[in-house]
């Protein structure tokens, strides 16, 4: 299964990203009145727009002091005029639980479904997750595929990286390993790092695309340095088997190391094996143990079954060195330990 990304995450970001293209709409102040002081004149008289403006301003606190109750507000009057940007924004508020607003799955589909009617990808992107995930409204895979390829068809990445998935797994739509190709490098070409990891999977594959080893590196380091960890393993992978690149166990290492420390199973198992062998790093089963216990905890199977052999190969000294890197380890990296 190719991976999938999950409705938009409601932060500061978004909303600077959302709404930063309206900042020319905003009124020029006077000389004694503030953009920030029309603009709330303009909200309280009615304007939709300057009752979305307003909103943004309390999320962010800027201009004003950050009030979610007030953002909230403010989206509220916006949305029920039929903005649908700040139509958008509410439902996010109400998926996610967030400004002041409770977590409320089925009004979140309301909104989205508002937002969507009139055009916004975004919330056609969100309608489709929320649709193929059976959040707030039925579980329904054709309706998710119909809703992803209005937005991708606007040129969403994210919701042309999902209707690639859907190709590819056969939801919602006959499975197509050409329409997901053709979905994914779309996105991909926009630079989401998902789809590119997703993309040179394709090529390694042969799956909708001809088969190309060297294709699959150009994805997949494409993504890696994005940070996506996934393709960080996989460029990782072909390294070390000198597929579409030259065979090299330290840049095999390299990049297991970097998605191992995102707390990628996989390249911590990886990661574990080369300090094993002493393949791209200096022999040492102390770091061993503790790459493969990290990939154990998380389930790996592999990993498991490894550890277990570790566990009798290794003094008891090494392994308290092992456990105390783990704990030092989790320590330092919270949110990969999750």
């Known amino acids: 299964m190719r991976d999938f990304l999950s409705v938009a995450v409601l932060s500061v970001l978004l909303f600077t990203v959302l709404f930063a293209s309206h900042s020319n709409a905003e009124p020029i102040p006077s000389s004694d009145e503030s953009v920030e002081q029309q603009i709330r004149i303009k909200a309280e008289q009615g304007d939709a727009e300057a009752q979305n403006s307003l909103g943004v301003m309390y999320a962010n606190g800027k201009g004003v002091a950050q009030d979610d109750k007030q953002a909230a507000f403010w989206f509220r009057k916006a949305a029920e005029q039929g903005y649908a940007e700040a139509q958008l924004i509410l439902g996010l508020m109400y998926n996610e639980g967030q400004g002041d607003v409770a977590k409320d799955p089925n009004q979140a589909v309301a909104w989205f479904l508002k937002a969507a009617e009139q055009g916004l990808a975004m919330a056609q992107y969100n309608l489709g997750v929320m649709y193929n995930r059976g959040e707030g409204v039925a579980q329904d895979d054709e309706k998710a595929v119909f809703w992803y390829r ?33 979905w994914y490098r779309k996105a991909a070409e926009q630079g989401l790092p998902t789809a590119q990891n997703n993309l040179g999977s394709m090529y390694i594959g042969g799956e909708g695309v001809e088969q190309d080893d060297k294709q699959a590196v150009a994805w997949y380091r494409k993504a890696a340095e994005q940070g996506n960890a996934e393709a960080q393993n996989n460029l990782g992978v072909l390294y070390a088997s000198g597929k579409g690149v030259e065979q090299d166990d330290k840049q095999a290492a390299f990049w297991f190391r970097k998605a191992a420390d995102q707390g990628e199973a996989m390249a911590q198992f990886n990661l574990g094996s080369m300090y094993f062998n002493g393949t791209g790093v200096p022999q040492d089963y102390v770091q061993a143990y503790m790459w493969t216990n990290l990939a154990a905890a998380q389930g790996l199977e592999k990993a498991v079954k490894t550890l277990n052999n570790l566990v009798k190969a290794l003094t008891p000294l090494q392994i308290n060195e092992g456990q105390k890197l783990v704990r030092d380890w989790i320590a330092t990296h919270p949110q990969a330990a999750q």
Do not use: C, I, S
């Open 150 to 182: 209005k937005a991708a068809e606007q040129g969403d990445a994210v919701a042309q990286n999902n209707l690639a998935a859907m190709y590819a797994n056969g939801e919602g739509v006959v499975q197509d390993d050409k329409q997901a190709a053709f």
